[in-house]
């Protein structure tokens, strides 16, 4: 399975201040058909998960361009570029190039 | 606008069985693979099983394989998971998601699954 790292476990940040998540593979998301299948997910408090980033960096309708993605092979980014309240929550990377899709532990964002 | 709403979580004994259902509105339900995740209270997210659009291919993860059964029924736009010989540790929310080429998009609210005696 590919095993998917996320770090920090927790991020306190400052509302209006960046905030950046790692997420790492234990191997390359590229698929043979030439596409990476990453994405990012927010689950906020109480709610089930929602998804942000498709693609390693398309963003679903409706997400604020405040997020973005990057990355590439092994390792990617998830950036808010600043940080509002309503970003408060849990987000999580999975990889969808292999069977089983397999998902990141979790960013738990909180405003410090 | 896609809606998935899951049902038929509950309390149960260790060793019983629970059906769950996910159904699904505003999009093709019989075009789209589905998919089923849970997650454990204050864990991460767990994929359990997939299901083609025709039913015709499924898969589990080794966690739930032998125990758990995917199905739907394109003509009521349900997708359905069969749990028996439940244990503590399926205890979880479960969620249904809706499964393109590639990723998960959307997901239902989720339905509490409790396994206790």
Known sequence: DAVMTQSPLSLPVTLGQPASISCRSSQSLVHSDGNTYLNWFQQRPGQSPRRLIYKVSNRDSGVPDRFSGSGSGTDFTLKISRVEAEDVGVYYCMQSTYWPLTFGGGTKVEIK | ?117
């Not at chain 2, 060793?15 to 864990?43: E, I, Y």
């Not at chain 2, 993860?61 to 399926?90: H, P, Y």
Request: with cysteine; proline share 3%; aromatic share 10%.
């Open chain 2, 1 to 117: 606008e896609v809606q998935l709403l899951e049902s038929g979580g509950g309390l149960v004994q260790p060793g019983g069985s629970l059906k769950l259902s996910c159904a699904a509105s505003g999009f093709t339900f019989s075009d789209s693979d589905m998919t089923w995740v849970r997650q454990a209270p204050g864990k991460g997210l767990e994929y359990l099983s997939h299901i083609s659009a025709n039913s015709a291919y499924t898969q589990y993860a080794d966690s739930v394989k032998g125990r758990f059964t995917i199905s739907r029924d394109n003509s009521k736009n349900t997708l359905f998971l069969q749990m028996n010989s439940l244990r503590a540790e399926d205890t979880a929310v479960y969620y249904c998601g809706r499964r393109p080429p590639g990723s998960l998009d959307y997901w239902g609210q989720g339905t509490l699954v409790t396994v206790s005696s």
